[in-house]
């Protein structure tokens, strides 16, 4: 399974990038739960979204609620973040990652529930 996250870029407080996630894996993907993590410089792995397979769950984190949504397109094997009026702590590397074992209380936040993971993008946003 090879997860491809794209998107990132450069952008001033206020603006708005949207992510995307594509993954290998067809037949499965609609089945899987899949988490949008970000990692500041200097700081762990947090998660910052995720949804659960029939997009009837979702997770945001309090720091990015109201500004960030999550949402995927089973037919395209495509996970979303819609990052809106950025700041410039939203600065970080953006990963994708599925989590394929969930079965209940999904969309799971702990990052060791996760078993795949995209390669990565970076988000940097300016004063």
């Known amino acids: 399974v090879q997860l491809q996250a794209s998107g990132g870029g450069s952008v001033q407080a206020g603006g708005s990038l949207r992510l995307s996630c594509v993954a290998s894996?067809?037949?499965?993907?609609?089945?899987?739960?899949m988490g949008w993590f970000r990692q500041a410089p200097g700081k762990e792995r947090v998660l910052v979204s995720a949804?659960?397979?029939?997009?009837?769950?979702?997770y945001v984190d309090r720091s990015v609620q109201g500004r960030f949504t999550i949402s995927r397109d089973n037919a395209k094997n495509t996970v979303y973040l819609q990052m809106n009026n950025l700041k410039p702590e939203d600065t970080a590397v953006y990963y994708c990652?599925?989590?394929?074992?969930?079965?209940?209380?999904?969309?799971?936040?702990?990052?060791?529930?996760?078993?795949?993971w995209g390669q990565g993008t970076q988000v940097t946003v300016s004063s």
């Open positions: 894996e067809r037949s499965t993907f609609s089945s899987w739960a």
């Open positions: 949804i659960a397979w029939s997009s009837g769950s979702t």
């Open positions: 990652a599925a989590d394929i074992m969930c079965v209940t209380n999904c969309p799971r936040r702990g990052a060791s529930s996760y078993d795949y």
